[in-house]
């Protein structure tokens, strides 16, 4: 491959790049309009869990307890005083933390996000641990079978 | 588990039982997790509003009265909510109406009210008429009172002192007995 | 009828007791033949797994039977049978509660281990046949004990009952309670076929390659009726539970999910294995975590410690799958950690730029995916044994950590179809991607252009793109060199695969990100409009049969054809389900649920309408992932063997291509 277009090659790369991320912030960071109503309240029911059902948000269940819940978040969303916050906090005062469909991330229920990262953090360690050793111990001499390999699963690749 | 066990895949050395010993601790404290999990674990009585105010209600009966909570203040108030086509709500009625007859009897009555919850009037009055019980029905039409005393599944009753603050919780059917002893306790706790 | 009700349940009783004792002795003589190299009992073993299979096939049709034939002296026929059901329902019937599942598992158990007997029937004087064939039996005495005796569907029922509730109501209202099940239990009771060879390969400690590539078609298979199972149970929620979503992240889901990960995972690390003959102990491990997980999942659903809308029966079972997924973890880890050492290979990966790094990466994602889920699911019984308190670990959480993970994987699986095994240059990546990576920014302007928003839905439509233009290079290169034969193989099958996915990730993205609903109060006469359909009410008709109680609200959507979203009331179980009425479209759905109160004979109904873009993508992902699956299986081009050489020019040669 020539050197001229390699360079070419990199610096379409790099217009692609910037594009790519140029319309990325345009269409992440868009204004959409006011949110409806209807919006606020199916953000808010799918953070709230049907009481008598485990484990399903408000805006799942068709449950008589998430029929009640769904419809005093239409009056408050309606009355327009509470933010979709507040909203949520008055059912936790009401029903406790059975309703709280997110787990708090304090005391012992912070592990539920924790310890998803500290797999990650674990995994990659040892990744990065084994690519090490791979690249102390790896063998340098590279024989006739090697090579048939390479060939073979490059072709296969393709 | 299957984190852990990359390394045993990679390692040149006796790695597999150090691992394995790892990962089967791991595994036995999950397996007394599980052990010690509690099927169908029962909805608890708690509630956040125990100790507080209780939630303003004002609402109509069903003889089109009006119906304000915090104008009972004076009286213990106990609130059952009622569906009738819910099963254990049908079972605890013959409680409720012994509990009620013997009441009306006391000094210092405590007042029973039935809250309708998603029901309609007729349904209601129907039940009423053919199962007993003289007590006012409230309405809930629109679920209000239900949701703001955090009310999951018919029947629930819940007990509001003299003073207007919530003490008592009780999911699933009550008893003539349950009543009373709570009842007496709470009397004796936070004066009748 | 009390006499032939009394045969059904006595023929029942006595054919699972057949299926005891086959499974039993099949194990006995698969095992003494393996350790003491006994040829003749080893020839035994496979009329064994005849009889097995034959006990089983018929004990399910004696409860087909008892179920057509309405035989209420059986206690499993008043649970789920009933006068009104229709044939279709009735037959699925079998399968919509705990004993009659079970039952249905120890069916295709015997199946699998009837043609695993089969196919191994000249291979018998292996030993490691034999082990393999003697854990098949044990797992199928376990389930053969299970459904005789705490999840027996032919005990007797109460006298004089002459009718029954039927099914729940969510298990009779839609044809896709036919096939979802069967398919699902063909995948998740498949994996015992993988695990068995696994944990034969153990206790032989063969180190060998051969068992493996001997069982890849196995998992393969199962993993595939397990993609199936799981899209089909997204399916029949979308179109029975009423709110709109494939996917609720419930326990029973995951439980079926979990399974599935660890399963794929293995079909690409296993690659590693057959290429470079490493990862021996891992690829074996996830095998074993496999299997573990569905008896995991069956446990901690059917227990009724995790409660869900899926799980339609509890019972006793609950300490049996516990004690036996113990079991399996204590003798998997025991014979890993006692043979892991062994079974070690030399072999080194030299850089993370390459096909092996990149399935490494793919493991470490779906390791961690795995966990995720896993963790959440049983996270609420964490909590509840240490502090005694009630949590809901819901939808929200497992979306914030798998939305990162799946659009990681994505970009993996952009990258990773162009790397070469061993090394790839920086410059030999660059030009291969270049093709992909412009489908990637394409997809992102598009849309951009027709209006999405949001961070996360466009990376996901951006390296859905990437990874489509990826996939869609190797097809077109194998196509283009093999013609019609570039399309089968495990690479191009996978390739079709991996367009089902990214398909799948799509449809996913923008039915959760973009969905609009709204609440429509609607009027006979008027017409209302939403999100630029048009909604007009015609009537709200009731029906009545023996066995519901239904109220349809007809619709016409954009002055077309009328759509009838329903309540119906199920009169022998008193409940009420919702049935929703979906208008499928290549670009959106458009979903309308009836709502509460309804009045038959009104003119108002009230309308809840969710417009799902893109919706219709799920399934035809689905059904590019079988058909990749199927692909797969097909044996892909021989390998001629190649001069070494040592040219270093054939990377540019590639290149070229």
């Given at each position: 491959?020539?050197?001229?277009?390699?360079?070419?090659?990199?610096?379409?790369?790099?217009?692609?790049?910037?594009?790519?991320?140029?319309?990325?912030?345009?269409?992440?960071?868009?204004?959409?309009?006011?949110?409806?109503?209807?919006?606020?309240?199916?953000?808010?029911?799918?953070?709230?869990?049907?009481?008598?059902?485990?484990?399903?948000?408000?805006?799942?269940?068709?449950?008589?307890?998430?029929?009640?819940?769904?419809?005093?978040?239409?009056?408050?969303?309606?009355?327009?005083?509470?933010?979709?916050?507040?909203?949520?906090?008055?059912?936790?005062?009401?029903?406790?933390?059975?309703?709280?469909?997110?787990?708090?991330?304090?005391?012992?229920?912070?592990l539920v996000?924790?310890?998803?990262?500290?797999?990650?953090?674990?995994?990659?360690?040892?990744?990065?641990?084994?690519?090490?050793?791979?690249?102390?111990?790896?063998?340098?001499?590279?024989?006739?079978?090697?090579?048939?390999?390479?060939?073979?699963?490059?072709?296969?690749?393709? | 588990?299957?984190?852990?066990?990359t390394?045993?895949?990679?390692?040149?050395?006796?790695?597999?039982?150090?691992?394995?010993s790892?990962?089967?601790?791991?595994?036995?404290?999950?397996?007394?997790?599980?052990?010690?999990?509690?099927?169908?674990?029962?909805?608890?009585?708690?509630?956040?509003?125990?100790?507080?105010?209780a939630?303003?209600v004002?609402?109509t009966?069903?003889?089109?009265?009006?119906?304000?909570?915090?104008?009972?203040?004076?009286?213990?108030?106990?609130?059952?909510?009622?569906?009738?086509?819910?099963?254990?709500?049908i079972?605890?009625?013959?409680?409720?109406?012994?509990?009620a007859?013997?009441?009306?009897?006391?000094?210092?009555?405590?007042?029973?009210?039935?809250?309708?919850?998603?029901?309609?009037?007729?349904?209601?009055?129907?039940?009423f008429?053919?199962n007993?019980?003289d007590w006012?029905?409230?309405?809930?039409?629109?679920?209000?009172?239900?949701?703001?005393?955090?009310?999951?599944?018919v029947?629930?009753?819940?007990?509001?002192?003299?003073?207007?603050?919530?003490?008592?919780?009780?999911a699933?059917?009550?008893?003539?007995?349950?009543?009373?002893?709570?009842l007496?306790?709470?009397?004796?706790?936070?004066?009748? | 009828?009390?006499?032939?009700?009394g045969?059904?349940?006595?023929?029942?009783?006595?054919?699972?007791?057949i299926?005891i004792?086959?499974s039993?002795?099949?194990?006995?003589?698969?095992?003494?033949?393996?350790?003491?190299?006994?040829?003749?009992?080893?020839?035994?073993?496979?009329?064994?797994?005849?009889?097995?299979?034959?006990?089983?096939?018929?004990?399910?049709?004696?409860?087909?039977?008892?179920?057509?034939?309405?035989?209420?002296?059986?206690?499993?026929?008043?649970?789920?049978?009933s006068?009104?059901?229709?044939?279709?329902?009735?037959?699925?019937?079998?399968?919509s509660?705990?004993?009659?599942?079970?039952?249905?598992?120890?069916?295709i158990?015997?199946?699998?281990?009837?043609?695993?007997?089969?196919?191994?029937?000249?291979?018998?004087?292996?030993?490691?046949?034999?082990?393999?064939?003697g854990?098949?039996?044990?797992v199928?005495?376990?389930?053969?004990?299970?459904?005789?005796?705490?999840?027996?569907?032919?005990?007797s029922?109460?006298?004089?009952?002459?009718?029954?509730?039927?099914?729940?109501?969510?298990?009779?209202?839609?044809l896709?309670?036919?096939?979802?099940?069967?398919?699902?239990?063909?995948g998740?009771?498949?994996?015992t076929?993988?695990?068995?060879?696994?944990?034969?390969?153990?206790?032989?400690?063969?180190?060998?390659?051969?068992?493996?590539?001997?069982?890849?078609?196995?998992?393969?298979?199962?993993w595939?009726?397990?993609?199936?199972?799981?899209?089909?149970?997204?399916?029949?929620?979308?179109?029975?539970?009423?709110?709109?979503?494939?996917?609720?992240?419930d326990?029973?889901?995951?439980?079926?999910?979990?399974?599935?990960?660890t399963?794929?995972?293995?079909?690409?690390?296993?690659?590693?294995?057959?290429?470079?003959?490493?990862?021996?102990?891992?690829?074996?491990s996830?095998?074993?975590?496999?299997?573990?997980?569905?008896?995991?999942?069956?446990?901690?659903?059917?227990?009724?410690?995790?409660?869900?809308?899926?799980?339609?029966?509890?019972?006793?079972?609950?300490?049996?799958?516990?004690?036996?997924?113990?079991?399996?973890?204590?003798?998997?880890?025991?014979?890993?950690?006692?043979?892991?050492?062994?079974?070690?290979?030399?072999?080194?990966?030299?850089?993370?730029?390459?096909?092996?790094?990149?399935?490494?990466?793919?493991?470490?994602?779906?390791?961690?995916?795995?966990?995720?889920?896993?963790?959440?699911?049983?996270?609420?019984l964490v909590?509840?044994?240490?502090?005694?308190?009630?949590?809901?670990?819901?939808?929200?959480?497992?979306?914030?950590?798998?939305?990162?993970?799946?659009?990681?994987?994505?970009t993996i699986?952009?990258?990773a179809?162009?790397?070469p095994?061993?090394?790839?240059?920086?410059?030999?990546?660059?030009?291969?991607?270049?093709?992909?990576?412009?489908?990637?920014?394409?997809?992102?302007?598009?849309?951009?252009?027709?209006?999405?928003?949001?961070?996360?839905?466009l990376?996901?439509?951006?390296?859905?793109?990437?990874?489509?233009?990826?996939?869609?290079?190797?097809?077109?290169?194998?196509?283009?060199?093999?013609?019609?034969?570039?399309?089968?193989?495990r690479?191009?099958?996978?390739?079709i695969?991996?367009?089902?996915?990214?398909v799948?990730?799509?449809?996913?993205?923008?039915?959760?990100?973009?969905?609009?609903?709204?609440?429509?109060?609607?009027?006979?006469?008027?017409?209302?409009?939403?999100?630029?359909?048009?909604?007009?009410?015609?009537?709200?008709?009731?029906?009545?049969?023996?066995?519901?109680?239904?109220?349809?609200?007809?619709?016409?959507?954009?002055?077309?054809?009328?759509y009838?979203?329903?309540?119906?009331?199920?009169?022998?179980?008193?409940?009420?389900?919702?049935?929703?009425?979906?208008?499928?479209?290549?670009?959106?759905?458009?979903?309308?649920?009836?709502?509460?109160?309804?009045?038959?004979?009104?003119?108002?109904?009230?309308?809840?309408?969710?417009?799902?873009?893109?919706?219709?993508?799920?399934?035809?992902?689905?059904?590019?992932?079988a058909?990749?699956?199927?692909?797969?299986?097909?044996?892909?081009?021989?390998?001629?063997?190649?001069?070494?050489?040592?040219?270093?020019?054939?990377?540019?040669v590639?290149?070229?291509?």
């Amino acid at each position: 491959m020539s050197n001229a277009a390699s360079v070419k090659n990199k610096w379409t790369w790099l217009l692609l790049t910037l594009v790519a991320i140029a319309l990325l912030v345009f269409g992440g960071t868009r204004d959409t309009g006011p949110k409806t109503q209807s919006d606020r309240i199916d953000a808010i029911t799918k953070v709230i869990a049907c009481p008598t059902c485990q484990g399903e948000s408000v805006y799942v269940s068709r449950a008589s307890a998430a029929e009640s819940i769904r419809a005093e978040v239409a009056r408050q969303v309606a009355s327009g005083q509470k933010t979709d916050d507040e909203i949520v906090a008055f059912m936790e005062a009401r029903f406790g933390s059975r309703v709280l469909l997110v787990p708090r991330s304090t005391g012992l229920d912070a592990l539920v996000w924790v310890l998803p990262v500290f797999a990650l953090v674990c995994a990659l360690g040892t990744l990065v641990f084994a690519f090490r050793r791979w690249s102390v111990s790896g063998s340098s001499t590279v024989s006739d079978a090697d090579i048939e390999m390479v060939e073979q699963a490059l072709r296969d690749a393709e | 588990m299957s984190d852990v066990s990359t390394d045993s895949a990679v390692a040149r050395t006796r790695l597999a039982p150090v691992i394995a010993s790892i990962v089967g601790v791991v595994m036995l404290a999950f397996l007394w997790v599980l052990v010690s999990a509690d099927p169908n674990s029962s909805s608890e009585a708690d509630s956040p509003l125990l100790g507080q105010p209780a939630p303003a209600v004002s609402t109509t009966t069903l003889d089109g009265e009006n119906f304000v909570l915090s104008y009972r203040k004076g009286s213990w108030v106990i609130l059952n909510f009622f569906n009738s086509t819910c099963v254990p709500c049908i079972a605890e009625h013959p409680e409720l109406v012994a509990f009620a007859e013997r009441e009306s009897q006391a000094s210092n009555p405590a007042e029973l009210y039935t809250v309708i919850n998603d029901d309609s009037d007729d349904a209601v009055r129907a039940f009423f008429a053919e199962n007993g019980g003289d007590w006012q029905k409230v309405r809930d039409s629109d679920g209000s009172i239900s949701v703001a005393f955090g009310v999951a599944k018919v029947p629930e009753t819940w007990i509001v002192d003299p003073n207007g603050y919530v003490r008592l919780r009780v999911a699933g059917s009550i008893t003539t007995g349950l009543l009373d002893e709570q009842l007496g306790l709470l009397k004796a706790q936070f004066g009748s | 009828m009390f006499a032939a009700g009394g045969i059904n349940g006595a023929l029942g009783r006595a054919l699972l007791l057949i299926g005891i004792v086959g499974s039993l002795f099949g194990a006995i003589a698969a095992i003494t033949s393996a350790r003491q190299r006994d040829q003749a009992v080893a020839k035994l073993v496979p009329r064994f797994a005849l009889l097995v299979f034959g006990a089983s096939v018929g004990a399910f049709a004696v409860m087909e039977r008892a179920m057509i034939t309405r035989d209420y002296s059986l206690a499993y026929v008043q649970k789920v049978g009933s006068n009104s059901t229709p044939a279709l329902y009735n037959f699925a019937a079998v399968w919509s509660a705990l004993e009659g599942s079970i039952l249905m598992w120890v069916l295709i158990l015997a199946g699998y281990t009837l043609a695993v007997a089969y196919w191994l029937r000249k291979k018998m004087d292996d030993v490691l046949s034999r082990y393999a064939l003697g854990v098949m039996f044990i797992v199928s005495l376990f389930f053969f004990v299970l459904s005789f005796g705490p999840a027996n569907p032919f005990g007797s029922g109460e006298p004089g009952v002459f009718d029954g509730p039927g099914p729940n109501p969510l298990l009779q209202n839609h044809l896709l309670v036919m096939f979802h099940p069967p398919l699902l239990y063909l995948g998740y009771v498949g994996m015992t076929v993988p695990f068995a060879f696994a944990i034969a390969a153990l206790v032989t400690g063969r180190v060998g390659e051969g068992w493996l590539l001997a069982t890849r078609r196995w998992t393969l298979f199962a993993w595939g009726f397990l993609t199936l199972g799981i899209i089909l149970g997204s399916w029949w929620s979308y179109e029975v539970l009423g709110w709109s979503g494939v996917w609720a992240w419930d326990p029973v889901e995951n439980a079926s999910l979990l399974p599935w990960i660890t399963a794929t995972a293995y079909i690409h690390s296993v690659l590693v294995q057959e290429r470079r003959g490493m990862l021996r102990v891992w690829n074996l491990s996830l095998l074993v975590a496999t299997f573990s997980l569905t008896i995991l999942g069956t446990f901690l659903t059917r227990s009724g410690v995790l409660n869900s809308v899926h799980a339609f029966s509890e019972s006793p079972i609950g300490p049996w799958l516990l004690a036996f997924f113990a079991v399996i973890v204590v003798v998997s880890v025991g014979l890993i950690g006692w043979r892991g050492d062994r079974l070690h290979s030399p072999g080194s990966i030299d850089s993370p730029l390459s096909r092996e790094g990149a399935f490494l990466a793919n493991n470490v994602l779906f390791s961690v995916f795995a966990f995720v889920v896993l963790l959440g699911t049983v996270f609420p019984l964490v909590v509840e044994a240490l502090q005694d308190r009630t949590i809901i670990v819901g939808e929200p959480f497992f979306d914030r950590l798998t939305i990162p993970i799946g659009i990681t994987m994505l970009t993996i699986m952009a990258i990773a179809p162009v790397l070469p095994w061993r090394k790839a240059s920086q410059e030999l990546l660059l030009t291969r991607l270049f093709w992909p990576a412009w489908c990637g920014v394409l997809a992102l302007a598009g849309s951009v252009l027709v209006g999405a928003t949001g961070f996360a839905p466009l990376l996901t439509f951006a390296m859905g793109g990437f990874a489509a233009g990826s996939a869609l290079r190797q097809v077109v290169l194998a196509t283009r060199r093999q013609g019609l034969r570039g399309l089968v193989g495990r690479a191009n099958g996978g390739m079709i695969v991996h367009l089902g996915v990214i398909v799948i990730s799509v449809a996913l993205a923008a039915s959760n990100s973009f969905t609009h609903s709204q609440e429509l109060n609607l009027e006979v006469g008027k017409v209302a409009s939403f999100s630029g359909h048009t909604f007009e009410l015609v009537e709200v008709v009731e029906e009545k049969t023996e066995r519901v109680f239904s109220v349809k609200a007809r619709v016409i959507v954009d002055g077309g054809k009328a759509y009838a979203p329903a309540i119906a009331r199920y009169l022998k179980q008193g409940m009420t389900v919702g049935t929703p009425s979906v208008r499928t479209g290549l670009a959106s759905d458009v979903y309308l649920t009836l709502e509460p109160p309804v009045r038959p004979g009104s003119d108002t109904a009230r309308i809840k309408v969710f417009i799902k873009p893109l919706l219709l993508w799920l399934w035809i992902g689905g059904g590019l992932m079988a058909l990749g699956t199927v692909l797969a299986a097909f044996p892909g081009r021989r390998r001629k063997p190649t001069a070494p050489t040592s040219d270093d020019g054939i990377d540019d040669v590639l290149v070229m291509l």
